[in-house]
């Protein structure tokens, strides 16, 4: 079995900052690729940015140079650090991750189960 955790959501005013964090955690051989994707009430899921395990990134146009998502290999453990948040901003943030498990060694997408992030103006 293999859990995505998120945490680090809440409330806060136009302009603030949050940092979301996603602990993997289970029968885990290898997280190839770890995300953020978000879905705001009557809209799609959308990615928000995502991070491969060398590093590589990419960000959805309407947060570069607001949002920056890091991870940590050694504790299988992403964020995204939510900087200048804006009204549209809110929406439930999900993490996202490709690994390979332990128990059947195939690569599989997981998701938890979510974090709400709400910003007031």
């Known amino acids: 079995q293999v859990q995505l955790v998120e945490s680090g959501g809440g409330l806060v005013q136009a302009g603030g900052s949050l940092r979301l964090s996603c602990a993997a955690s289970?029968?885990?051989?290898?997280?190839?690729?770890m995300g953020w994707y978000r879905q705001a009430p009557g809209k799609q899921r959308e990615l928000v940015a995502i991070?491969?395990?060398?590093?590589?990134?990419a960000y959805a146009d309407s947060v570069k140079g607001r949002f920056t998502i890091s991870r940590d290999n050694a504790i299988n453990m992403a964020y995204l650090q939510m900087n200048s948040l804006k009204l549209e901003d809110t929406a439930v943030y999900y993490c996202?991750?490709?690994?390979?498990?332990?128990?059947?060694?195939?690569?599989?997408?997981?998701w938890g189960q979510g974090t709400q992030v709400t910003v007031s103006s």
């Open positions: 289970g029968s885990i051989f290898s997280i190839k690729a």
């Open positions: 991070i491969t395990s060398g590093g590589s990134t």
């Open positions: 996202n991750a490709l690994i390979i498990s332990t128990s059947d060694y195939a690569l599989l997408n997981y």
